[in-house]
């Protein structure tokens, strides 16, 4: 084609396209939408930059698309409207008007595009004149009856003006377009059309007009991110990737089609129904997001279909172009900005690597607990909570000083009255195998206050999920920060470095009866905060108030703890009974033998209730035989100001449930929470080491993503969650993510990254997920230096029969390698001496303990797969430089008697070389690293910031956040508040031998030859077994000599015993019900 012609071509198509606009601006006349008096909105003058902000919390206020005070735009912020480009489609001729129009719409912060043909401005310019009419029509009363007549009829004339022959609106273009081509001026008029309209607030709220420029309620919030395309489309019901709702084909035989309003936003995509506002589903982005068009791919004409691991919605558009639109729309969009989640990252993860983040690790639950609970405080919107075990009932913060204000439940329905939104899933037990009862803690919580929502999964008969369980233990605040790790917020997990054995402190009353009022009762019942959980009234003869010094135990002084004095008699009952103060607080006071001889003895504390916020100051009047000085976690509260008077002595870390030594016996009577149920006097606690971690901005929003993820799938999997009273859930954007609100004190700069454990029964996804696994196999691969293990089980070294994961392999590889190699590699591994099952060891220990035993020791030590079998078969005995496997125990004095316990390691962490931690929720087993069974949640950090060290005798970076962490385990592992500068260098002789293992198998020894301990290396059979329990023991024979022995321990290593039962089968024997359950429920 010569010059001439294009150009003759492009002339022709701008004449057309400017006789369609200047017919559109003749059309769209405002003056026509015009009200007497009306002025234009002067709020939208007031803020041109748009600095005002829809709150988060609106996405669980929306409202029906027709429903007057909908909150869809920023206050005092204008929306700009600019046409960028007219495109002229001329592939068909029965098209009136081809032109189609791309418009950008700009409010605030936020840009967006629409396009829109010639008929599109016809039709919303005729819904316009409607609603006008519509609105100006009075009541139909008689009198009025002539006005309506006469609006009807200038409504009819004005349509009728504005549809007019197009053939005579052409006639007048003619004359026109010969003249000159004002096209630029044509857009213009056209930009004022549309910015008249969305200046007169009853236009600008119309749901028409908001659908005309794609915008709704969930538009402009800002931490939702930057705004993509919306509008109205059809879409067609199943798709789901749910075990169990696809069967026979019933989502492409029996479907329905249905009206929803389609909203983009950066890693997800949602439809809305118009009637009611209600958010119908949330479409995650993913690596397996993606977009299809055509009836050959959708079986759908004009169809769109959107895929992820989730689901495959199917779309319905008007004509293949708008297909067309709509994914092309959604693809660039979701390119632009949310590339990260399109990706395969890193160990298979769905999340990315989140630079410079903030990052905090946690040893033992005192400090994580009281962070939980002052990052809850500091809630402004949301608070997701999921645990394997939750009790309602747990005191954050200890001692208990300030009443019931830090408990669980007490926080929990604080935020909600405030108006924070609190989700909550729980692992829903097999009843008849586990006693946690999440039944009581859902109900609990969900009787706290309508704002908090609880969900329990799976439904075991219709999932057909018996065997797996949801382990993670997650607490995310306004999706920024979340806390990740180990630790339940349950009974029995609180403990602090000192690992106690024994709890029988009480308060001691030192109270006038006549400095009581009942003033000062009112105005103290007033100011408390409680929860009632009792309902049996106290007596005036009630072991409460007329217990007297002599009745009162004579406690002994035991580690860690100050000693007691005896109670002083105390009574104001007729106080407490005139103003319904009964069982006001939840703090058990009296001892616990009493407790638990007597259930109705164990009541409340009822000083304490009186004012919850109570001073803690030193009691300067103590008698020589008085309280010992106060000392720092010690528990010891000397004097205690309260409304009618003080409190002098010692607190209890543990109320009722929270005492307990699941090995000597399981919980029971949950819903009782501050009854005892093992005797303090006689039974020492199991101490509980842990370890958990925070992450703040990127890496807090991808374990939100995980939560949400779970929620959005429970809720479509069990019908009783489908109602609206359980929204979906939204994920916030990556891009406000470094916004923070809240910061945990004391984090340091990491890159961090979520991995996960997820399957289709646990999170709806169409291939299971393994990054734990792949990131632990990963690091000790590339480890240097060293590994630091710390763990509830150690069942590993695939033998592709039973057990299939490799992370044992890994570690006799890597130490093989280094044996190759000539280079030093130590490898620390810590698990408990027992697995946390209830059986009396001295008798064997039950199935269940048995068979755990078994696979710890498999993996181990016993066989040729486990990792000393492999070792052994290359380098021999020489496998003791590199490897050590050791447990923790402690004794304590109680009752005058001395005792000891194993501490429960439930821990999961790995630090390699001072600069690599994983923390999180998954065993080192195949429940928590396959991906197909438990889910799980944990993060790898990677340190950034560094700090001078050493490492194998040279000069090394540490990594700070690495380093730290394992220098605070080792110092409460091996004791003392300083650690030696050998302390530094994990990897050298001198440490390794001389501290590490020396201390270990002194203190096993020690603890041999005082308790006689078990497991031990002197029982390797159950004759064995007899013989040993029945030998006198030294703290029994001899307990002075006993006290001088014990006085030699450091920390609390002990070498972990090998030998012990080795010449026994330890798996369930033929006939036991435990020898009916699968393999996989013990591996």
């Not at 632990?776 to 029969?801: G, L, P, T």
């Not at 065993?923 to 340190?943: C, F, H, T, W, Y």
């Not at 005082?1010 to 001899?1038: G, H, W, Y």
């Amino acid at each position: 084609m010569s010059l001439r012609a294009e150009s003759h071509a492009a002339t022709s198509t701008l004449k057309k396209i400017a006789a369609d606009m200047s017919n559109i601006i003749e059309s769209l006349d405002t003056r026509e939408l015009h009200f007497e008096g009306e002025e234009v909105d002067s709020e939208v003058l007031n803020d041109p930059k748009g600095t005002a902000c829809i709150p988060f919390s609106a996405i669980y206020h929306t409202r029906g698309f027709k429903e007057p005070g909908t909150q869809t735009y920023l206050t005092g912020c204008p929306v700009r409207v600019r046409v960028l480009e007219v495109e002229r489609f001329t592939s068909t001729k029965k098209v009136p008007s081809p032109n189609v129009y791309t418009i950008e719409l700009t409010h605030g912060d936020f840009t967006w595009h629409v396009k829109r043909k010639f008929k599109h401005f016809q039709e919303f310019h005729r819904e316009l004149l409607r609603y006008k009419a519509f609105v100006r029509i009075p009541i139909p009363t008689r009198r009025r009856v002539s006005a309506r007549r006469r609006v009807c009829r200038g409504r009819r004339d004005a349509l009728g003006w504005f549809l007019r022959c197009r053939d005579a609106r052409q006639d007048a273009c003619e004359a026109r377009r010969s003249q000159s081509l004002h096209f630029i001026t044509i857009k213009k008029q056209l930009e004022d059309y549309l910015t008249k309209i969305l200046k007169m607030p009853m236009y600008r709220n119309y749901h028409g007009t908001m659908e005309f420029i794609g915008v709704s309620q969930l538009s402009f919030i800002h931490d939702l991110g930057p705004k993509g395309i919306e509008g109205m489309i059809m879409k067609r019901s199943g798709g789901h990737r749910i075990p169990g709702l696809n069967c026979c084909g019933q989502g492409r035989m029996c479907y329905r089609w249905s009206k929803r309003w389609l909203v983009v936003k950066d890693s997800f995509l949602l439809y809305m129904k118009p009637d009611s506002g209600a958010i119908a589903f949330v479409l995650l982005v993913d690596k397996e997001f993606n977009i299809k068009i055509g009836q050959k791919e959708t079986e759908t004409k004009y169809g769109l279909q959107i895929d992820n691991l989730s689901r495959s919605l199917i779309l319905k558009c008007n004509s293949y172009r708008h297909a067309q639109w709509w994914r092309q729309g959604i693809d660039e969009f979701v390119r632009k900005h949310g590339k990260d989640f399109l990706t395969e990252h890193r160990f298979g993860s769905y999340a990315a690597v989140q630079e410079n983040t903030l990052a905090k690790w946690y040893v033992n639950a005192k400090w994580y607990f009281e962070d939980v609970a002052n990052a809850m405080e500091a809630a402004k919107e949301e608070i997701f909570i999921t645990d394997w075990w939750l009790s309602p009932e747990i005191f954050m913060k200890r001692p208990v000083v300030e009443g019931n204000r830090w408990r669980l439940d007490c926080i929990l329905k604080r935020k909600a009255q405030q108006g924070v939104r609190i989700f909550v899933m729980l692992y829903k037990e097999v009843e008849l195998a586990l006693g946690i009862n999440s039944e009581y803690s859902k109900r609990t919580l969900m009787h706290l206050h309508p704002n908090i929502k609880v969900m329990r999964h799976p439904d075991h008969v219709s999932s057909s999920v018996y065997l797996w369980a949801h382990h993670e233990k997650l607490v995310i605040v306004d999706q920024s920060v979340a806390f990740v790790g180990g630790i339940d917020l349950a009974y029995g997990r609180w403990d602090d470095d000192e690992h106690r054995l024994t709890d029988v402190g009480s308060v001691k009353r030192m109270v006038a009866v006549k400095s009581v009022s009942t003033t000062n009762l009112a105005s103290a019942a007033e100011s408390s905060e409680c929860i009632p959980l009792q309902s049996e009234a106290l007596s005036p003869e009630s072991h409460l108030f007329q217990r007297n010094a002599e009745d009162a135990p004579d406690i002994p002084k035991m580690k860690g703890v100050g000693k007691p004095k005896k109670f002083s008699r105390f009574s104001i009952y007729k106080h407490l009974h005139r103003h319904g103060m009964h069982h006001a607080d939840s703090v058990s006071s009296i001892d616990s033998e009493s407790s638990y001889c007597n259930p109705t003895r164990s009541q409340p504390n009822i000083i304490q209730s009186l004012k919850p916020h109570l001073k803690v100051f030193r009691h300067h009047s103590e008698s020589k035989e008085g309280l010992a000085e106060p000392q720092k976690d010690k528990g010891s509260i000397r004097s205690l100001k309260t409304g009618v008077g003080e409190l002098l002595g010692e607190t209890r870390f543990w109320h009722g449930k929270d005492y307990c030594n699941f090995v000597f016996k399981d919980w029971v009577q949950l819903d009782k929470p501050f009854a005892d149920f093992i005797d303090r006097y006689t039974t020492p606690r199991m101490p509980w080491h842990d370890i958990s971690s925070v992450v703040h901005g990127k890496a807090a929003r991808d374990v939100a993503r995980h939560f949400i993820q779970r929620w959005n799938f429970t809720k479509i999997m069990k019908p009783k969650y489908r109602s609206l009273s359980y929204p979906f859930l939204l994920p916030k954007s990556q891009q406000t993510a470094n916004e923070l609100k809240y910061q945990v004190p004391e984090a340091v700069h990491a890159t961090v990254q979520v991995i996960r454990s997820a399957a289709d029964w646990s999170a709806g996804i169409k291939y299971h997920e393994e990054s734990i696994h792949n990131a632990y196999v990963s690091v000790i691969e590339h480890s240097k230096h060293y590994i630091y293990i710390e763990n509830q089980f150690f069942i590993s070294c695939a033998d592709d029969k039973v057990v299939w994961n490799k992370i044992g392999d890994a570690i006799a590889q890597r130490i093989l390698k280094a044996h190759r190699e000539n280079k030093r590699f130590r490898v620390y591994v810590v698990i408990p001496l027992l697995p946390g099952f209830e059986g009396d060891i001295s008798t064997g220990g039950g199935n269940a303990l048995q068979a755990i035993m078994h696979f710890n020791y498999r993996t181990m030590c016993r066989g040729e797969n486990s990792i000393l079998g492999q070792l052994k078969a290359e380098v021999g005995d020489k496998w003791i430089n590199y490897i050590s496997f050791c447990g923790l125990r402690t004794y304590a004095e109680l009752e005058g008697k001395l005792v000891t316990e194993l501490i429960y390691v439930h821990s999961k962490l790995l630090i390699a070389d001072d600069n690599t931690v994983i923390i999180g929720s998954a065993n080192i087993n195949d429940r928590s690293m396959l991906g197909k069974r438990d889910s799980e949640m944990a993060i790898i950090v990677q340190d950034t910031e560094t700090i001078p060290s050493v490492m194998d005798g040279e000069d090394y970076s540490a990594g700070k956040f690495a380093q730290s962490l394992r220098l605070r385990c080792f110092r409460v592992i091996l004791g003392g508040s300083d650690l030696s500068p050998e302390h530094q260098d994990p990897v050298c002789d001198k440490f390794f031998k001389e501290v590490w293992i020396s201390t270990a198998a002194r203190n096993a020894t020690i603890f041999d030859k005082v308790f006689r301990c078990l497991p031990s290396d002197q029982v390797n059979n159950l004759t064995q077994l007899r013989d040993f329990i029945n030998k006198p023991k030294l703290a029994t024979d001899d307990p002075a000599k006993a006290a001088e022995e014990l006085k030699k321990i450091r920390g609390f290593l002990v070498q972990f015993p090998f030998r012990f039962l080795e010449e026994e089968h330890l798996l369930p024997s033929v006939g036991t019900k435990e020898s009916m359950v699968p393999m996989e429920v013990w591996t």
